[in-house]
């Protein structure tokens, strides 16, 4: 099947480990409208339908959270994803706002090697801020995140 340019550079910041399952879909999509190449209107339609993105909301906050990665070996997350939810503690200040969670993903370990490759993916996802989760925020039941300091200064210089 043929892509139009644009299509064709838009499929490519579409994460490599996907992008061919992506490509599939799209074609699919194409072929059930009856057309032979897929264009802009069919990629935008098949992002729409698969991952319920549309053009930018101007007025939504997108949001992600780094949570510890030997955390995550006991933690499924619920605190963090409850006080999102309900605007509680450190997200009590979009308690007036639109927000929407687009990421939740550990930091890779020590070192925090997972954070800049997926703060750049989803850089893709117009992401406007990154907190992190209280079990690298705080201590006491949590072992204190010796790479907290280093992280933070890798998703700031991100922009």
């Not at 064709?8 to 910041?13: D, G, N």
């Given at each position: ?39 802009m ?12 993105i ?23 997350g ?82």
């Amino acid at each position: 099947m043929k892509w139009n340019e644009d299509a064709e550079k838009e499929l490519e910041k579409i994460p490599f480990f996907v992008r061919k399952m992506a490509k599939k879909a799209i074609e699919e999509m194409a072929k059930k409208e009856g057309k032979d190449f897929v264009d802009m209107e069919i990629y935008k339609k098949a992002k729409e339908k698969y991952l319920g993105i549309t053009e930018k909301k101007e007025d939504t906050l997108n949001i992600a959270i780094v949570r510890c990665n030997i955390v995550s070996e006991t933690c499924p997350g619920v605190g963090c994803l409850k006080a999102f939810n309900d605007r509680r503690v450190h997200f009590e200040r979009y308690k007036d706002k639109k927000v929407e969670l687009i990421g939740f993903f550990t930091c890779g370990g020590c070192s925090g090697r997972r954070v800049h490759r997926l703060v750049e993916t989803l850089k893709n996802y117009d992401l406007h801020i990154i907190h992190l989760s209280s079990c690298m925020l705080f201590e006491g039941d949590y072992p204190k995140c010796p790479f907290k300091e280093l992280i933070k200064k890798d998703i700031e210089n991100q922009g």
